[in-house]
C-alpha cells in the first residue's frame, strides 16, 4: 500500500516537471534505458557527462585565461560543450 502511494507522488512529482520545463524528453529516454540495461547505466551515464564536461571547462578557462586568447580553439571547446549537453 505505501509502495503504491509513493509510486503515484513520483510520478506526480515528474510530471510537475515536465510541466514546469525543468525536466523534457531526454529524461524520459534516460528513464527507459534505466529500465532496459542495468539500473548503474544512468549513474554511469551522469558521471561520465560530469567528467567530460569538468575537462572541457578547464580547458576553456585555460585557453580563455592566456595572454593570447586563440577564439577558434575556444569556438571548438564550446561547440564540442554543446554537444555534450545535446545528447
Known amino acids: 500500500m505505501a509502495l503504491s502511494i509513493l509510486k503515484e507522488l ?13 525536466v523534457n524528453d531526454q529524461f524520459s529516454q534516460i528513464q527507459t534505458l534505466k529500465r532496459i540495461r542495468e539500473p548503474d547505466f544512468v549513474v554511469q551515464l551522469i558521471n561520465t557527462y ?3 564536461m569538468e575537462t572541457l571547462i578547464s ?13 577558434s580553439k575556444l569556438a571548438l571547446l564550446a561547440r564540442n560543450a554543446k554537444g555534450l549537453s545535446a545528447w
Open 59 to 71: 580547458e576553456l578557462t585555460i585557453f580563455s585565461d592566456s595572454l593570447d586568447v586563440d577564439f
Open 10 to 22: 513520483l510520478e506526480g512529482y515528474v510530471q510537475s516537471l515536465f510541466d514546469e520545463g525543468v
Open 50 to 52: 560530469l567528467v567530460d
